[in-house]
């Protein structure tokens, strides 16, 4: 949809009738109902008054077609002063720790960050959970690493319950898997999701990321926006395939990761010598937050979601702005792919993320105006930052499409969120165009999933005094008659009390157990039959904080 460049100023009047339209206001419970905080298992070194941090969540199960339950990883304090990596499920009463021993890090001693979650293999059934932490053997740079849980016992997982480390060894032999191009290099922030490119084939796990890369008319580093897909070998420990990338050892499990993309930069180079697939629509700037999902028919189409920040040395913008690609079979490209950018105002273009154009790095890094088409931005000229990204379709039957949401600048100078959903070729907005967050406060960190064939969207809200509170609010009436339905009015209560939660400033994370996948006919069908719920995480303020969910009622 092609927006003027005239400042939004929202009528809080229309916003309001918006969200209160609709079906009655459909509350949320805690899980468990009695409000038990989820990061309390101490006898597995989950202390609840150590501080929980950042949260990751997502529906599955361990058995195909079985109804799926909440999963959850998140960060943990620990004694020595490390912070620790733990993934807990709900079996319908309580949440119970996974994975022996429970700390999914390399080192248990060091700062682990920012995990997520998703599953993949046959019939959906594996939990993936990638992270990042410093590594001693890689001069203490951040590297992003993956592991899968192996529930049953079997000659590889002995007893099962455990966590596998997957990718090639990058140590010559110590057997730490990177996924980084670069291991000497910081990496960040990774997100998962489980997906295959072949319809009909099992999901596995695909991972994007940001890591220092590049050196754009001697500006040094910049975060770049990655990704990798897994690479299935027939025996543990076996070399990977020839010519996989990044270069390795033998795989330390069954896995191997292989790098995605158009080669466009070097490790501190720019397009002269490319060994990198880079995904920045401008690398002279920072790629942050990426998000990844698989959508269309056979939801067999990777998307990537990401915001650039800082200063261009390419003569672009510099106000923060938001980017979504495709994933497109090309046998030029690593892993056999490259990736296309598609934003609110490229009906007509195909954008293709090469060395092409005026600036060598593609026709949307030619120009301003060029880079603006290829964003999502309502307004170019805003600042937008925090994209997340979810399959979905209003219609039974229909293919899937990405949905994105954000936080974008409007007026008053405060942060909102949008929505917008893929039209074709180009992002068009949702919601007539309005935000679902008030503009009186200052709004960021939004989620999405699907339950079925309706949006659920959380989000965060600042209030005086340096609070916030988390939101949640979903979509009803389809495509013919959507209304926003606000759940939360006043913000997330504290599970078992009425009290609004103080919470801690990162992002509710947000899933369903009817997710918009092959296995659930994309949401038309939920596992193990019924209608599903969505459910959500957050990190209540204090000391300790602590990490709590709920679901919609």
């Not at 980084?180 to 290099?185: A, P």
């Not at 008319?217 to 897909?229: C, P």
């Amino acid at each position: 949809m092609r927006r003027s460049r005239i400042p939004v100023v929202v009528s809080l009047t229309a916003v309001f009738a918006l969200l209160l339209t609709g079906t009655a206001l459909a509350g949320v419970i805690g899980l468990p109902a009695s409000g038990t905080q989820v990061n309390r298992d101490s006898a597995n070194g989950i202390n609840p008054r150590l501080n929980g941090g950042a949260t990751d969540v997502a529906g599955g199960s361990l058995t195909a077609g079985a109804t799926e339950t909440p999963w959850i990883t998140f960060e943990q304090k620990v004694a020595g002063g490390g912070q620790d990596i733990f993934v807990r499920s709900f079996n319908g009463t309580k949440w119970v720790t996974r994975g022996f021993p429970a700390s999914l890090n390399i080192d248990p001693s060091a700062v682990a960050e920012a995990p997520a979650i998703d599953f993949a293999g046959p019939g959906r059934t594996v939990p993936w959970v990638t992270w990042y932490e410093p590594i001693t053997q890689f001069k203490g740079r951040t590297n992003i690493f993956a592991s899968r849980f192996c529930a049953a016992a079997s000659s590889v997982c002995g007893a099962g319950n455990i966590w596998v480390r997957e990718g090639q060894d990058r140590t010559a032999g110590k057997l730490i898997p990177s996924l980084n191009i670069h291991t000497t290099k910081d990496a960040e922030d990774p997100s998962v999701a489980g997906g295959t490119t072949a319809p009909g084939g099992n999901p596995g796990p695909w991972v994007t990321w940001r890591e220092e890369d590049g050196n754009i008319a001697d500006s040094g580093n910049h975060f770049q926006i990655f990704v990798s897909k897994p690479v299935l070998n027939a025996s543990s420990k076996a070399a990977c395939p020839p010519g996989t990338r990044p270069h390795g050892g033998n795989s330390v499990g069954f896995f191997c990761w292989q790098q995605v993309g158009l080669d466009r930069l070097a490790a501190n180079d720019s397009f002269t010598n490319p060994h990198d697939p880079s995904l920045n629509i401008d690398p002279s700037r920072d790629g942050v937050v990426p998000d990844i999902a698989f959508t269309g028919p056979s939801d067999n189409v990777p998307w990537v979601v990401w915001y650039e920040e800082g200063n261009s040395h390419l003569g672009l913008r510099n106000n923060k702005q938001v980017f979504a690609a495709k994933g497109v079979a090309d046998p030029t490209g690593d892993g056999g792919f490259h990736w296309q950018a598609v934003g609110a105002r490229t009906a007509g273009k195909t954008e293709i993320l090469d060395n092409s154009g005026a600036k060598s790095f593609g026709d949307c890094s030619a120009s301003k105006s060029n880079e603006a088409a290829c964003s999502l931005n309502v307004v170019p000229t805003a600042t937008a930052e925090d994209p997340r990204v979810a399959a979905g379709t209003l219609v039974a039957g229909n293919p899937t499409v990405p949905w994105v949401v954000w936080a974008e600048v409007v007026g008053g100078g405060k942060h909102a969120i949008f929505i917008a959903h893929l039209v074709t070729d180009h992002f068009e907005l949702f919601n007539g165009g309005q935000p679902l967050s008030t503009t009186t406060r200052d709004a960021s960190l939004p989620d999405i999933t699907f339950l079925g064939n309706e949006p659920v969207v959380t989000w965060n809200e600042a209030f005086p005094g340096g609070h916030h509170r988390a939101f949640v609010g979903h979509f009803t009436g389809g495509a013919t008659s959507p209304a926003f339905v606000l759940d939360t009015p006043s913000g997330v209560p504290v599970p078992g009390t009425t009290t609004k939660a103080d919470v801690v400033d990162n992002r509710p994370s947000v899933s369903s157990t009817c997710q918009a996948d092959p296995f659930t006919s994309d949401g038309s069908a939920c596992p193990g039959g019924g209608a599903g719920f969505g459910f959500f995480s957050f990190t209540q303020a204090g000391t300790p904080s602590k990490v709590f969910a709920e679901r919609l009622k």
